[in-house]
C-alpha cells in the first residue's frame, strides 16, 4: 500500500471532506512511494494549486511513512489497521472476518488506500469498513480499477462506491473519479452508472485509480440487496 503522485494530490484536494473529523484509520499503514525527482513535484503542486507552503522535509518522513504528508494537507491523525503488525499498526485485524465490538462504530474516518483489493473475501472487507464506521463517519478509497491486470485479487468499478455504499448502506456518495498512475491528466468524474447505457462501461489505455469518498448515514434494520447497475432494471 502506498501514496504516490497522483494519489497525494487527490487526497489533498479531499481535505475539505475530512472537516471535524478526528478519529480515524488506515488500511495497511501507507507509505509514500517516490522517486526523488517526484518530490519537488509534490511540494509544487500542493503550493500552485491548494496554497499549501511545504518543503520536501515537511512532507517525507525518515521511515518512509505518511503521517507527516497526511498532517501537511489536513487530514486527521490516523492510526493503522492491518493483518500483522510488521508495520507497525496499532490494530491487528483480518479483513476478511468479521471485527469485534472493539471496533465497531470505532471511527470517523477510514482511508483504504488499496488494500481491500488484496482482501480475497473483498466483499467482507467492505461490510467491515461499514461496521467500523461511526455515523457520518467518512470512507475514502483509491484502488485499482481497468488495467490493473494481476496487481489484486480485484479490480474495482464505480458500482462498488454507488451500489453498494450508496444504493444498499444509504451512504451519501460524495465523489467519484478515475485518474491515471503517473500522467498528469486531470481526474475524470465518474457519475452514477445507473444513469448511463450498460452501467458507464468504459476502457482505458493505462492502469488507473478509483478514487470515491462516501459518508454514512446510519445504521437500517434491514438491507436491500446489491444489484449492479447494468442489471437494475431487469
Known amino acids: 500500500m502506498g501514496i504516490s503522485i497522483n494519489i497525494a ?7 475539505h471532506f475530512l472537516e471535524g473529523k478526528s478519529e480515524g484509520v488506515m488500511l495497511g499503514r501507507q507509505k509514500m512511494h517516490f522517486k526523488e525527482r517526484w518530490k519537488p513535484r509534490l511540494v509544487n503542486g500542493l503550493r500552485t494549486e491548494l496554497g499549501i507552503e511545504t ?4 512532507l517525507f518522513q525518515a521511515d518512509g511513512f ?3 504528508f497526511l ?4 487530514w486527521p491523525a490516523l492510526e493503522s489497521l492491518d493483518f500483522s503488525d510488521i508495520e507497525g499498526a496499532e490494530y ?3 479483513l476478511s472476518k468479521p471485527v469485534g465490538k472493539d471496533l465497531r462504530q470505532k471511527f470517523d474516518v477510514i482511508y483504504d488506500g488499496g488494500t481491500t483489493e488484496h482482501v480475497f473475501d473483498i466483499a467482507a472487507s467492505l461490510r467491515n469498513v461499514h461496521k467500523m464506521l461511526k455515523d457520518d463517519g467518512i470512507f475514502i478509497s483509491c484502488v485499482g480499477t481497468d488495467g490493473w491486470f494481476g496487481h489484486g ?9 454507488w451500489r453498494f455504499f ?4 444509504g451512504y451519501d456518495v460524495l465523489k467519484c473519479c478515475t485518474f491515471n498512475r503517473n500522467n498528469r491528466k486531470p481526474p475524470k468524474d465518474i457519475p452514477d ?19 470515491y469518498v462516501v459518508q454514512k448515514r446510519g445504521e437500517k434494520r434491514s438491507y436491500p440487496p446489491t444489484i449492479q447497475s447494468h442489471y437494475v432494471n431487469y
Open 71 to 74: 498532517n501537511v494537507i489536513n
Open 166 to 169: 450508496g444504493a444498499t448502506l
Open 9 to 15: 494530490m487527490q487526497m489533498a484536494r479531499s481535505a
Open 92 to 94: 491487528v485485524h483480518d
Open 193 to 211: 452508472p445507473t444513469l448511463s447505457p450498460r452501467g458507464a462501461e468504459a476502457w482505458y489505455d493505462e492502469p488507473q485509480f478509483l478514487f
Open 66 to 68: 505518511c503521517e507527516s
Open 55 to 58: 518543503s520536501e522535509e515537511e
Open 153 to 161: 485479487f480485484f479490480q474495482v468499478g464505480p458500482d462498488v462506491p
